[in-house]
């Protein structure tokens, strides 16, 4: 059945529904019997972990936004605690796998803020976070967030390739996350981006992804930046770097680094690539052939049509060593990812989408795909975890011995370093402090005879990179300021400092929409953050205006926009037939600051958790803060039975539904569904 006729079913549904309720419901009062157990209730105490970095980004501690929500939700009786860390220490106490399912007490978390970063051409990085089955060793859905009904919208929405298709259940999924969520996302980011006037073709989404237009003007540098190399790029890192193989990477420091080495079968780009300091729009964002020579060619597959991809790759490619690249390289790399004992960090990217990889020649090979994907090229442009690995280095080791090679652990002896396919290759590293890498002379892109005429940058003016460990963000700043930097990772400083470094003759000073999300993440496994009442009173309560309007301004970010979901404002879609769509749900409200509407849902909790559970919402059976048809079959199956009331069908949900409290289902009950169907509480009468 296509989805129009699904569609037409559901509606014509609904419809008889509601003429029933429009008859049955005429004269009825929405809510059920007087008082209840509502506040005060006892204090709840949870625990925001957060980094030493006193400012926003991937390691970012939000030190100031935390101090503004803490105070915020003792309003609603729930006192915050702040815990901090290093970075090492947060990330392992936040992501890895040995700490999942453990709330703070248990020496895990209970909420964090972090960055959620997506390549503004799909929405790579998605759907490990938020499936089902996602959880750790598989993906990333640490909440962890169990939500059959996202689980379905989301997946059809990534796997139809129609741009109306994919629009409404993507909007569709975004309602649902902002019903039932896992994360408060509080701003998308508008932030300043500075660039040396002696630095061309940098952008600061792409960053390393494509450095193709890269070059140094000489000429366009003062005196003091000369003290330093001018041949080199020297930008700051904030992140620690853990291992040396893209592979396993987890931090920015690694995926830089991973970038300018290890090519991945297509490149995040811009086309047309713009000027420096001009910002282009959303739908000049490409996916660009690197190792691959053309876009994916979809074909009939074993699953069916648009399940083959054939990837062409380019030729005569060839490893810094000398060895030559080719399709065995791809399938070596795509085929020991998927396996759990390795822990590569992309597993959760391909596991949904990519049944195995076929080789059709030396230079061709087949992605056997589950379903159709509509952000394939997005994901084959995977730079955290997809660059593709030296088969002839790693052919003999087994794959769950490959992070503990030395090839990833040892930072001291080049020797042991595996040949690289990128513009650049690391000749030095002292962890914490920097790491140089210089060009390297087989990097095909410098060879016009393979990616034609004129061949790719950066220009011999680039002779190496060198990122620098620069953590403390006024020392980031300072440094740019007195031209000892010429890039930054997250650069920081008030908004003042910013105004007045446009005035600088040598610099350029601009924002852009960053295509990220900042979201606080909610630890389910604590009992609180675990029920859907507590997550809405925490998002009501947040000073969402204040954060954007007083405390961004003091990092850099001079306008943002208020949060929704983790799609992104920038992400669209354009279909085989041209048909460009906004993913990005334009209809969906933010979450508003609203002490009374925070104390409202709080109530609601305390429903959830304490009886009498009778005297609470109305229509809604199983407690999921939305009345729906999930209620109706609740109530359907109970029709005529008498009983005590709740039962307890679903861990966590209460089912009541004997809504008007006379210890027996009757069509009366139905009634007061109806009435109800489709409001979201809490709503006026809701208690």
Same mark, same amino acid.
């Given at each position: 059945m296509t989805f129009w006729k699904v569609l037409k079913c559901v509606l014509v549904t609904l419809i008889c529904l509601m003429l029933v309720s429009s008859f049955a419901g005429s004269g009825l009062v929405s809510v059920q019997a007087s008082g209840g157990p509502w506040g005060p209730w006892d204090e709840i105490t949870l625990y925001a972990v957060e980094t030493t970095n006193p400012y926003w980004g991937y390691y970012g501690g939000y030190r100031d936004i935390w101090q503004a929500i803490r105070a915020e939700l003792a309003k609603i009786g729930i006192n915050l605690e702040i815990i901090k860390y290093d970075d090492f220490g947060w990330y392992a106490r936040c992501f890895d796998p040995d700490q999942w399912n453990r709330s703070y007490d248990e020496g895990g978390w209970d909420m964090f803020i972090q960055e959620w970063w997506m390549m503004p051409t799909g929405l790579l990085w998605l759907e490990p976070l938020v499936y089902s089955w996602m959880t750790p +060793?598989?993906?990333?859905?640490?909440?962890?967030?169990?939500?059959?009904? !996202?689980?379905? =919208? =989301?997946?059809?929405?990534?796997?139809?390739?129609?741009?109306?298709?994919?629009? +409404?259940?993507?909007?569709?999924?975004?309602?649902?996350?902002?019903?039932?969520?896992?994360?408060?996302?509080? +701003?998308?980011?508008?932030?300043?981006?500075?660039?040396?006037?002696?630095?061309?073709?940098?952008?600061?989404?792409?960053?390393?992804?494509?450095?193709?237009?890269?070059?140094?003007?000489?000429?366009?540098?003062?005196?003091?930046?000369?003290?330093?190399?001018?041949?080199?790029? +020297?930008?700051?890192?904030?992140?620690?770097? %853990?291992?040396?193989?893209?592979?396993?990477?987890?931090?920015?420091?690694?995926?830089?680094?991973? /970038?300018?080495?290890?090519?991945? #079968?297509?490149?995040?780009?811009?086309?047309?690539?713009?000027?420096?300091?001009?910002?282009?729009?959303?739908?000049?964002f490409y996916s660009k052939p690197a190792l691959a020579a053309e876009p994916p060619i979809l074909m009939d597959g074993p699953n069916g049509p648009n399940t083959r991809a054939r990837v062409l790759l380019r030729q005569n490619?060839? %490893?810094?060593?000398?060895?030559?690249?080719?399709?065995?390289?791809?399938?070596?790399?795509?085929?020991?990812?998927?396996?759990?004992?390795?822990?590569?960090?992309?597993?959760?990217?391909?596991?949904?989408?990519?049944? !195995?990889?076929?080789?059709?020649?030396?230079?061709?090979?087949?992605?056997? #795909?589950?379903?159709?994907?509509?952000?394939?090229?997005?994901?084959?442009?995977?730079?955290?975890? =997809?660059?593709?690995?030296?088969?002839?280095?790693?052919?003999?080791?087994?794959?769950?011995?490959?992070?503990?090679?030395?090839?990833?652990? /040892?930072?001291?002896?080049?020797?042991? %370093?595996?040949?690289?396919?990128?513009?650049?290759?690391?000749?030095?590293?002292?962890?914490?402090?920097?790491?140089?890498?210089?060009?390297?002379?087989?990097?095909?892109?410098?060879?016009? !005879?393979?990616?034609?005429?004129?061949?790719?940058?950066? /220009?011999?003016?680039?002779?190496?990179?060198? =990122?620098?460990?620069?953590?403390?963000?006024?020392?980031?700043? #300072?440094?740019?300021?007195?031209?000892?930097?010429?890039?930054?990772?997250?650069?920081?400083?008030?908004?003042?400092?910013?105004?007045?470094?446009?005035?600088?003759?040598?610099?350029?000073?601009?924002?852009?929409?960053?295509? !990220?999300?900042?979201?606080?993440?909610?630890?389910?496994?604590?009992?609180?953050?675990?029920?859907?009442?507590?997550?809405?009173?925490?998002?009501?309560?947040?000073?969402?205006?204040?954060?954007?309007?007083?405390?961004?301004?003091?990092w850099g970010i001079e306008t943002a926009y208020p949060g929704k979901t983790l799609i992104t404002p920038l992400h669209y879609y354009t279909d085989a037939n041209n048909v460009t769509v906004h993913l990005f749900n334009e209809d969906l409200k933010p979450f508003h600051h609203s002490i009374e509407k925070a104390l409202d849902y709080m109530e609601m909790w305390w429903y959830s958790a304490n009886p009498p559970y009778t005297e609470g919402p109305v229509g809604d059976s199983d407690l999921s803060g939305l009345v729906d048809l999930d209620d109706y079959l609740i109530f359907n199956e109970n029709l005529g039975v008498t009983a005590s009331w709740p039962i307890d069908v679903v861990p966590g949900n209460m089912i009541d539904p004997d809504f008007n409290n006379d210890n027996i289902v009757t069509a009366a009950d139905f009634q007061l569904w109806a009435t109800n169907h489709g409001k979201e509480y809490p709503f006026p009468g809701a208690r």
């Open positions: +060793y598989a993906g990333y859905n640490i909440f962890p967030y169990n939500n059959s009904r !996202s689980d379905e =919208l =989301l997946w059809k929405g990534m796997h139809t390739l129609d741009a109306t298709e994919r629009k +409404y259940y993507l909007w569709k999924w975004q309602e649902e996350l902002m019903h039932n969520p896992p994360i408060i996302n509080l +701003y998308y980011p508008r932030p300043f981006e500075v660039v040396p006037d002696w630095v061309e073709g940098w952008d600061p989404v792409v960053r390393f992804r494509d450095v193709s237009h890269l070059s140094i003007n000489v000429t366009a540098m003062p005196e003091a930046r000369n003290y330093l190399h001018t041949d080199w790029i +020297y930008y700051a890192v904030t992140d620690e770097v %853990w291992q040396l193989l893209p592979l396993f990477m987890q931090t920015c420091t690694e995926q830089w680094m991973g /970038d300018l080495q290890f090519e991945t #079968l297509y490149d995040l780009s811009i086309d047309p690539w713009p000027q420096t300091g001009q910002e282009p729009p959303p739908r000049d490619v060839k %490893w810094s060593d000398g060895d030559p690249f080719d399709a065995t390289d791809v399938k070596f790399t795509f085929d020991i990812i998927p396996e759990p004992p390795t822990g590569a960090t992309a597993r959760g990217d391909i596991v949904p989408v990519i049944e !195995s990889v076929e080789i059709v020649n030396e230079t061709c090979v087949d992605f056997i #795909l589950y379903e159709p994907y509509a952000d394939l090229a997005t994901l084959l442009s995977n730079d955290r975890g =997809l660059a593709i690995m030296p088969y002839h280095i790693f052919k003999d080791i087994p794959p769950v011995m490959i992070k503990g090679h030395p090839g990833n652990t /040892d930072f001291d002896d080049p020797s042991w %370093w595996a040949p690289v396919t990128g513009p650049f290759k690391l000749k030095e590293i002292v962890a914490g402090e920097y790491a140089l890498l210089e060009r390297n002379p087989l990097y095909f892109g410098y060879n016009a !005879s393979i990616v034609g005429s004129p061949a790719w940058g950066p /220009d011999s003016s680039v002779q190496a990179i060198y =990122l620098k460990t620069v953590s403390d963000p006024a020392v980031r700043l #300072l440094e740019l300021q007195t031209y000892m930097l010429d890039l930054d990772d997250y650069p920081t400083g008030p908004k003042r400092v910013w105004k007045k470094m446009e005035k600088d003759p040598f610099l350029r000073v601009w924002q852009y929409d960053r295509p !990220s999300s900042n979201p606080i993440w909610f630890n389910f496994d604590n009992p609180y953050l675990s029920n859907i009442w507590i997550r809405k009173a925490i998002a009501h309560a947040i000073p969402h205006r204040r954060i954007i309007s007083s405390i961004l301004p003091s």
